[in-house]
């Protein structure tokens, strides 16, 4: 009897996991189609690297190279911001708080993860923008600054999860041995725990970095949402606001539909690209 439900529990895992890699597939596939009939009106290399989106003009114009200039750069920023607050903020809830007030906070941190992205958005929006408008002077605060502001504050929990578990199970091995050679507890966090957590920190930066890339909702509510190339004051437009904003009005089968389409696909293998990278630099690392 035992033997069978383990049979059983083998085949319900394998048939989800072949479930999860079809559907997988059938997404990449999909795009794929809806994205090749725009690159035969549009060189791909003018696709990626001109300079404008006009898709209802005369002639049309859709270059996407403005919007992959703007998600780089805000995802980016976004990371930059995160990484030394989520890296000190693992380090205090690992080496300074007590067992007790650690099970306080940190389940008030992965809070942070589930908390609708409209409403960082609104925050975003009527603190974050406003501050700029009314302490800086600025026509208006919607700026690339703004949406990176936002994006760290959403990605702090991916970074401070990942890096928090690994620093718990390193500095237990450590604080025994550390505290009988008299060395104090900020020389075993730098010279110990950090560099044993470089993998655990990457793994976090990569996470942030590609939940940045593709968050929609706070970012097109504080950025402007401009088709230009972006400035760190200025208004600038990602790939994933764009498509929310314009695919409800692309008339089906149009050169305009297929674009977004195509865009899409783009961010997608941007997405693949990092994630290769980032498994490349985790086998150096182990080697």
Not at 55 to 78: D, H, K, Q, R, W
């Amino acid at each position: 009897m035992h033997q069978k439900f383990e049979k059983i529990f083998s085949y319900i895992i394998k048939g989800l996991t072949f479930s999860s890699v079809m559907m997988l597939i059938f997404i990449l596939l999909f795009i794929t189609k809806e994205s090749i009939v725009v690159f035969q009106e549009v060189a791909v290399w003018d696709f990626l690297f001109g300079k404008g989106w006009n898709p209802l003009g005369e002639p049309p114009s859709v270059s996407i190279f403005p919007m992959i200039l703007g998600t780089f750069y805000v995802s980016l920023l976004a990371v930059l911001i995160a990484l030394p607050i989520g890296v000190g903020a693992a380090i205090f809830l690992t080496s300074m708080l007590n067992e007790r007030m650690r099970k306080i906070l940190k389940p008030s941190i992965d809070l942070l993860a589930g908390i609708p992205s409209v409403i960082y958005g609104l925050m975003g929006l009527l603190v974050v923008v406003k501050f700029f408008e009314i302490h800086f002077n600025f026509s208006s605060g919607e700026s690339v600054f703004a949406g990176a502001i936002i994006l760290a504050i959403m990605v702090l929990p991916f970074i401070i999860s990942t890096c928090d578990e690994s620093m718990i199970k390193i500095s237990k091995q450590y604080k025994i041995t550390s505290e009988g050679l008299g060395v104090s507890k900020w020389h075993m966090i730098r010279y110990l725990v950090l560099p044993a957590c470089k993998k655990s920190i990457l793994a976090g930066v990569v996470l942030a970095f590609a939940r940045a890339m593709g968050e929609t909702m706070a970012v097109m509510m504080v950025i402007g949402n401009s088709p230009i190339f972006p400035k760190l004051f200025g208004k600038t437009q990602t790939i994933p606001s764009l498509i929310a904003l314009e695919m409800g009005g692309a008339g089906v089968d149009s050169l305009h539909y297929h674009a977004l389409f195509a865009a899409g696909f783009v961010l997608m293998m941007i997405l693949f690209f990092v994630n290769m990278v980032f498994h490349s630099i985790k086998k150096s690392i182990d080697s």
